[in-house]
């Protein structure tokens, strides 16, 4: 397995790796996510995020593409309530479902800790939406916590 960081020549792959996790949240929130419409549907998205130079994304490859990880470097300025912090978000992860639990989420993440480091960002944060326990367990298993809630109480759809 090879990681790099993206480029803009691989928002369709990225689009394309992005498709079974956007199933599954259309599936669990048919009212607040869309459905793909094929394997392209991301890729003005995608575009986007590979020219902004607060996004950095990696895509873990071997003979094909097997997932990707999408990281947002973020500066909050100090505030009457909190302390200024900076940290890196995990705004997306995807691993092909057949090329779970052989390492490359694993791998993933450990980039988005090394990236972290080098930019001296206090911490690595992330959310998760509360149907994909899997995910839960695994972000568990490479020693991430709660600190946070959100809820929602919906009044249509």
């Not at 392209?40 to 994304?57: G, K, Q, S």
Request: overall charge negative; aromatic content about 12%; proline content about 4%.
């Amino acid at each position: 397995m090879q990681i790099r960081k993206a480029v803009i020549g691989d928002a369709e792959v990225l689009s394309k790796l992005n498709v079974h996790v956007q199933r599954m949240h259309a599936d669990a929130y048919p009212a607040m996510s869309k459905q793909p419409a094929g394997d392209d549907f991301a890729v003005p998205f995608f575009n986007a995020l590979l020219t902004d130079p607060e996004i950095v994304i990696y895509l873990a490859e071997d003979q094909g593409p097997l997932g990707y990880i999408v990281l947002r470097k973020v500066r909050r300025d100090e505030n009457p309530f909190m302390h200024a912090r900076k940290y890196v978000y995990i705004d997306q992860i995807g691993v092909q479902p057949e090329h779970h639990r052989k390492g490359v989420g694993k791998a993933l993440m450990a980039l988005s800790e090394q990236l972290a480091q080098e930019e001296g960002l206090d911490f690595v944060g992330l959310d998760s939406w509360d149907f994909n326990a899997e995910a839960h367990a695994f972000f568990y298993s490479q020693g991430y916590q709660v600190y946070n809630l959100r809820m929602w109480k919906r009044m249509s759809g």
